[in-house]
Nanobody, 121 residues
Framework: QVQLVESGGGLVQAGGSLFLSCAAN????????MGWYRQAPGNKRELVAQITSTGAESYGDSVKGRVTISVDKVHKTGWMQMDGLKPEDTAVYYCNAVLTPLGSENPNIYWGQGTQVTVSS
């Protein structure tokens, strides 16, 4: 069974940093685009950062310059370094990836279970 497992969330003071990890587990043939989304209470889920299979990175306007996404396609693991955190960054952060399971020809979109990030002022 293919799944995404996140780690690294927590409580941090404003101005601090966090490092989130996302591991794709299971029998996977190919990893495509991997990204991070977040959702705060009462808000829609929004893109934080994503990286394509060719290494093209994109970032949400609210985090540009403060967040860096990276991926190891061989080990099917991604990371997101977040610096200069602000209270408005408080949300549940979800890993998202396009994965093609082993034995399948069709890629599917997978989501992690989410990890809480709380930034205190």
């Amino acid at each position: 069974q293919v799944q995404l497992v996140e780690s690294g969330g927590g409580l941090v003071q404003a101005g601090g940093s966090l490092f989130l990890s996302c591991a794709a587990n299971g029998s996977i043939f190919r990893l495509g685009t991997m990204g991070w989304y977040r959702q705060a209470p009462g808000n829609k889920r929004e893109l934080v950062a994503q990286i394509t299979s060719t290494g093209a990175e994109s970032y949400g306007d609210s985090v540009k310059g403060r967040v860096t996404i990276s991926v190891d396609k061989v080990h099917k693991t991604g990371w997101m370094q977040m610096d200069g955190l602000k209270p408005e960054d408080t949300a549940v952060y979800y890993c998202n990836a396009v994965l093609t399971p082993l034995g399948s020809e069709n890629p599917n979109i997978y989501w992690g279970q989410g990890t809480q990030v709380t930034v205190s002022s």
